[in-house]
């Protein structure tokens, strides 16, 4: 079984405290289970694996906190278990996505949330951590934020750090434009694994022309992570053009404390715009160019995506891809459509081939398809089943199957009557 | 038992506790108390004789509800004869008002000292809750607010926030300024890094972390194959063109995945022998200085793509070739010096790899 680090147990145990006092305004449970057969390469062999997989997730509200008022729990996780073609790593496997809980105090200045959690804003990154983050509103358009805790193990146990602090201070001067300041330190082991101060902000000077940007630099190594700026602008209702030009240095995004951040400075530059167009209210055409440089090497990417409901209830999607990524690259084309038949059943299918400029196994192609069919075959609860095939560079033919249930539940005492 | 699997074994138990908690909370009937409102109503009793609180409430607030002591002003009489059925809706089991949800800002004091509204109730409370009624029914509607606060900019940029707490739960569409149309996938990072509380307002970070908790369990592709419409990354045969995906933008890549990742997947696959093996990484060449297809200068403008296999620290292949006095030389870009002064190789333990 995989490892629960200890502090998921402390930070369980909390979560167990809060709720110790059960007055909840409402609760939503819902579990989703995958049971699969799909090939897969072991030991360069191909064996077919077919792991049962469920998802759970609980999220109550309203709960009675005290000196938080409203206060919310959320815990989501899962477990699989391999019941053909066992993972190297062991038959059973689990962990917790998110297991936190969330309060406002100070007539709503105050928004706290304690236990594991997503992270996000400015130069957080998105960071999984186990800890707390307090959010307090000086004034109505100004907000600081800080944050703190030990961030999360990625899946194959990747380090991620021992601890990680930061913090974001932002002003918004509308609901839709936003200029923010942050700063965000991980340690690994003592050392610096990531040391990052960063701007960003979000500027709508119209309904229809919205500007954003962001640029986080290495105080470690004194450059610059990543910086993006591109505005957005509805021409027309029906017409929507993006632009953006962004820097990267992809080395920074390596922890600092890897030995391999010692060996470059590569620095990968992009220009690109989207283009999306309603033809007519049922078809949408996008349509995205790219061109980056990575160190002065060039490479490219386009694509085009028709999305049309040729139909009442019925989807038609169509995607056209190219990439040239440097040295190498591929054509890529997709079908898909989905067709509602009654109410509670939809048909979807879908195939998608590409093919590479570079073999792998003597083979530069590759094609899959599948079919789906989602039944919604009682209040609350939806049945999915899949069937896949097609032929690839690691397999000649594969196929593969998939049923999926998923329940959802919820109670909120506000719906409750009187007699 | 080790250490870890008790944790495990204890993290298992408290959750089961904890929804346990829950549903015993949820599952047990909840008392309520029936109100009368139009018997009081028509007796002419005054709201301020039951609600006084609420003059000076700035948040809603179950406080802010009539005790019991205020009721015994009038029904003492009720209480002394047993007769809690009266007021309560389980009186074997007497509690108090059921906890509901706040979910929006609301000031009773900022509103009740308005002209327009005078003290008078009725002006937002256009129905009462009665017995008959669930009391969420006689919560004002929407319409009341509406009446005096137009709202036409936050309605047209969205910004539903400055009344509501939550709106999560409830089926929206994107709105204009924040189209979600085309190539939102690739481009919705910046909303998110830069008005993040503007995303907050349709999704909870559950959304976020279908695709960004790094313990999530699978791509989002293979667990919504019924959701054709959706643009989704790992799509398709993506182990078969991931090679040219990583090569175009590693640092997309490494965001979720990190160092090893590669390496632990081609590991499982058995494809990390070098010796010959079709499905190599590597180029012909790679270890020869004299090919076209080194891997000096290939490392020098993708070491995230190397550090996805070769990064186990002072034993990794890197180290035993470049290390201090090793065949492979300085590593060091040219400015590195300029960062990295020689007093750090006493300070970083990581140079130590290098630089016993």
């Not at chain 1, 289970?33 to 062999?45: F, H, K, N, Q, V």
């Not at chain 1, 996505?97 to 100070?106: I, M, P, Q, S, T």
């Not at chain 2, 891997?295 to 290390?323: F, K, W, Y």
Request: proline share 6%; with cysteine; aromatic share 6%.
């Amino acid at each position: 079984m995989r490892p629960v680090p200890g502090r998921a147990v402390l930070a369980v145990a909390a979560l167990a405290g809060a709720v110790a006092r059960p007055a909840v305004a409402g609760v939503e449970v819902s579990l989703i289970s995958y049971l699969s057969a799909r090939p897969e390469i072991r030991d360069g062999r191909a064996i077919t694996a077919a792991p049962l997989l469920e998802l759970v997730s609980v999220d109550a509200w309203g709960l009675n906190a005290p000196g938080l008022g409203s206060a919310r729990l959320h815990v989501s996780g899962w477990g699989s278990l391999g019941l053909l073609g066992t993972s190297p790593r062991g038959p059973a496997a689990g962990d917790l996505d998110l297991a936190y809980v969330e309060g406002r105090g100070f007539e709503d200045r105050l928004r706290l949330v304690l236990g594991r959690q997503l992270v996000g804003g400015g130069a957080a990154r998105f960071l999984q951590l186990d800890g707390a983050l307090a959010e307090y509103s000086l004034a109505r358009r100004l907000r600081v934020t800080a944050w703190g805790g030990v961030p999360v193990a990625a899946r194959f146990n990747v380090r991620q750090g021992d601890a990680a602090g930061g913090g974001r201070v932002a002003w918004a001067p509308s609901w839709d434009s936003e200029v923010g300041a942050s700063y965000a330190l991980v340690l690994d082991r003592g050392l610096v694994s990531r040391h990052d101060a960063g701007v960003d902000g979000r500027w709508s000077p119209s309904r229809s022309l919205w500007i954003s940007g962001h640029a986080l630099y290495s105080l470690a190594e004194l450059r610059v992570v990543e910086a993006e700026l591109g505005p957005h602008w509805k021409i027309f209702p029906a017409l929507e053009l993006a632009l953006s030009a962004r820097r990267v240095s992809p080395d920074l995004l390596l922890p600092r404390s890897s030995i391999l951040s010692v060996f470059a400075e590569p620095s990968r530059d992009e220009l690109g715009a989207v283009a999306t167009w309603e033809v007519r209210p049922e078809v949408a055409v996008t349509a995205d160019v790219r061109a980056a440089w990575l160190s002065g090497v060039p490479g490219s990417d386009a694509g085009a995506l028709v999305a049309a409901r040729v139909a009442p209830g019925t989807l038609l999607t169509g995607e056209l891809r190219w990439l040239n990524a440097f040295d190498q690259g591929y054509w890529r084309a997709r079908v898909g459509a989905s067709r509602r038949l009654t109410t509670n059943l939809v048909l979807a299918g879908d195939a998608d081939a590409f093919w590479r400029s570079t073999a792998v196994n003597g083979v530069n192609h590759s094609a899959v398809a599948s079919a789906a069919a989602s039944w919604t075959f009682a209040p609350d609860w939806l049945a999915v089943a899949e069937l896949g095939a097609g032929t690839t560079p690691e397999l000649a033919a594969e196929a593969r199957a998939m049923v999926k249930v998923a329940w959802r539940f919820r109670v909120a005492a506000s719906d409750r009557s009187a007699p | 038992m080790s250490g870890r699997r008790r944790a495990a074994l204890a993290a298992v138990a408290l959750t089961g506790a904890a929804c346990a908690s829950l549903f015993t909370a949820l599952g047990r009937r909840a008392d309520g108390i029936k109100m009368p409102h139009a018997k009081h109503v028509a007796a002419k009793v005054d709201c301020l004789a039951c609600h006084e609180t609420i003059f000076d409430a700035e948040v809603l607030s179950e406080a802010d509800l009539p005790r019991e002591k205020v009721c015994l002003k009038c029904h003492r009489e009720e209480k002394e004869k047993g007769n809690c059925g009266m007021c309560h809706l389980e009186p074997d089991r007497p509690g108090t008002y059921p906890h509901q949800e706040r979910a929006v800002v609301m000031s009773h004091a900022k509103h009740l000292e308005l002209k327009e509204v005078n003290e008078d109730c009725r002006t937002c409370h256009l129905d009462l809750p009665e017995p008959s009624r669930p009391a969420l029914a006689a919560k004002p509607p929407m319409a009341s607010c509406t009446n005096c606060h137009r709202h036409e900019q936050e309605y047209a940029s969205g910004g539903c926030n400055a009344c509501h707490l939550d709106l999560s739960r409830y089926a929206l569409r994107p709105l204009s300024g924040f189209s979600h149309q085309g190539d939102y996938l690739r481009s919705h990072p910046a909303d998110a890094r830069a008005r993040g509380a503007a995303c907050a307002t349709c999704h909870e970070q559950t959304f976020c972390a279908e695709c960004h908790a790094r313990t999530a369990v699978a791509p989002v592709a293979w667990l919504l194959p019924e959701r054709v419409d959706r643009l989704l990354i790992h799509r398709g045969d993506f182990v078969g063109r991931h090679d040219i995906e990583a090569k175009a933008d590693s640092a997309t890549c490494s965001r979720c995945h990190g160092t090893s990742f590669c390496a632990d997947c081609h590991a499982t696959r058995g494809l990390l022998s070098l010796s010959g093996s079709p499905v190599d990484p590597h180029p012909q060449g790679f270890s020869d200085p004299r090919s076209a297809a080194f891997h000096g200068p290939v490392a020098r403008r993708d070491i995230a793509t190397c550090a996805g296999c070769h990064d186990q620290g002072a034993s990794s292949t890197c180290v035993q070739c470049h290390r201090v006095g090793g065949v492979g030389g300085n590593p060091h870009p040219a400015s590195w010096l300029a960062r990295h002064g020689v007093a750090e190789l006493s300070t970083n333990s990581m140079c130590l790899a290098c630089h016993p």
